[in-house]
């Protein structure tokens, strides 16, 4: 209630394992959650492997209106739900294997289904990806596109591991890739979590070893030998393919403890920052 009183409670899932990956709520209160599960689906012949989940609740007694799982022979994490357009729900994260017929490209892919919000159908699947190892950390959406954040594992020339920072931006039926942005490229770089700002443009957060936008670490120090992040706060120019406009790092304990949860992400804990990246 508006005092904070316990309206109600309830326990969901399926006799498996469940991690929730996010949740989302429609205008009339009725809620969705993405999540993570163990268990085996009816059409499944290897058991044990992780899938998709999708739960709606009604918003008022917090009933199951509808649930429904999805997966692949292999590994399926969802990273995330969100609500575009009217009565679509859409679920992002990354799949291993030949997810609803839609091809590997190889590695681990990106995938975004749509749900029909009132009868739990899907409505469509659409996955990309390279050779490599793509992961999704969250999604977000403001009715004219959709984004996911994340990262790149690959070996760089040298066969170093090196992980690049990564937004994607799909359209908004999620059936196309309309544009991808590299963050950093100096070693490590991680996209956690992102927004959209007043203006339309994207304020993205995530971790960087050693540096944002800097030299790599000086020879002979190996890439791994000291992991420690700095955490990074970018604006990207959502009408420019995701343009960097400007950037900040963070460093310091002090500084680390006071990045905010605002940006998602428990490894994100406050922070405060004006329109052209500087602390508040």
Same mark, same amino acid.
């Given at each position: 209630?508006?005092?904070?009183?316990?309206?109600?409670?309830?326990?969901?899932?399926?006799?498996?394992?469940?991690?929730?990956? +996010?949740?989302?709520?429609?205008?009339?209160?009725?809620? !969705?959650?993405?999540?993570?599960?163990?268990?085996?689906?009816?059409?499944?012949?290897? $058991?044990?492997?992780?899938?998709?989940?999708?739960?709606?609740?009604?918003?008022?007694?917090?009933?199951?209106?509808?649930?429904?799982?999805?997966?692949?022979?292999?590994?399926?994490?969802?990273? +995330?739900?969100?609500?575009?357009?009217?009565?679509?729900?859409?679920?992002?994260?990354?799949?291993?294997?030949?997810?609803?017929?839609?091809?590997?490209? +190889?590695?681990?892919?990106?995938?975004?289904?749509?749900?029909?919000?009132?009868?739990?159908?899907?409505?469509?699947?659409?996955?990309?990806?390279?050779?490599?190892?793509?992961?999704?950390?969250?999604?977000?959406?403001?009715?004219?596109?959709? !984004?996911?954040?994340?990262?790149?594992?690959?070996?760089?020339?040298?066969?170093?591991?090196?992980?690049?920072?990564?937004?994607?931006?799909?359209?908004?039926?999620?059936?196309?890739?309309?544009?991808?942005?590299?963050?950093?490229?100096?070693?490590?770089?991680?996209?956690?979590?992102?927004?959209?700002?007043?203006?339309?443009?994207?304020?993205?957060?995530?971790?960087?070893?050693?540096?944002?936008?800097?030299?790599? $670490? $000086?020879?002979?120090?190996?890439?791994?030998?000291?992991?420690?992040?700095?955490?990074?706060?970018?604006?990207?120019?959502?009408?420019?393919?995701?343009?960097?406009?400007?950037?900040?790092?963070?460093?310091?304990?002090?500084?680390?403890?006071?990045?905010?949860?605002? !940006?998602?992400?428990?490894?994100?804990?406050?922070?405060?920052?004006?329109?052209?990246?500087?602390?508040?």
């Amino acid at each position: 209630g508006t005092d904070g009183t316990e309206l109600w409670r309830t326990v969901t899932g399926t006799a498996g394992n469940d991690q929730l990956a +996010g949740l989302t709520v429609d205008s009339a209160g009725d809620i !969705y959650l993405a999540a993570i599960s163990s268990a085996t689906r009816v059409d499944e012949t290897t $058991p044990f492997n992780e899938d998709g989940l999708v739960i709606k609740l009604a918003g008022s007694t917090a009933q199951s209106v509808w649930q429904s799982t999805f997966g692949s022979p292999n590994t399926e994490r969802c990273a +995330g739900i969100v609500l575009i357009g009217t009565g679509t729900v859409l679920v992002g994260g990354t799949t291993d294997g030949t997810l609803n017929q839609q091809p590997n490209a +190889g590695g681990t892919d990106v995938f975004a289904i749509r749900f029909d919000a009132t009868s739990g159908a899907a409505l469509g699947t659409f996955v990309f990806g390279t050779i490599e190892q793509e992961q999704v950390h969250s999604i977000v959406s403001n009715g004219t596109a959709i !984004y996911l954040f994340g990262d790149l594992f690959i070996n760089d020339v040298n066969g170093i591991p090196d992980i690049e920072g990564k937004v994607w931006a799909l359209n908004t039926t999620a059936s196309q890739l309309d544009w991808t942005q590299t963050i950093g490229g100096t070693r490590l770089e991680s996209v956690l979590r992102g927004v959209v700002n007043a203006t339309g443009n994207l304020v993205i957060a995530g971790l960087s070893v050693p540096n944002f936008f800097g030299p790599p $670490p $000086p020879p002979p120090s190996p890439v791994f030998d000291r992991l420690e992040p700095v955490q990074f706060v970018a604006t990207l120019d959502s009408a420019n393919r995701g343009a960097v406009l400007w950037n900040t790092t963070l460093q310091g304990e002090a500084e680390v403890n006071q990045l905010h949860m605002a !940006y998602g992400h428990a490894d994100l804990t406050g922070f405060a920052l004006n329109n052209v990246g500087n602390p508040m």
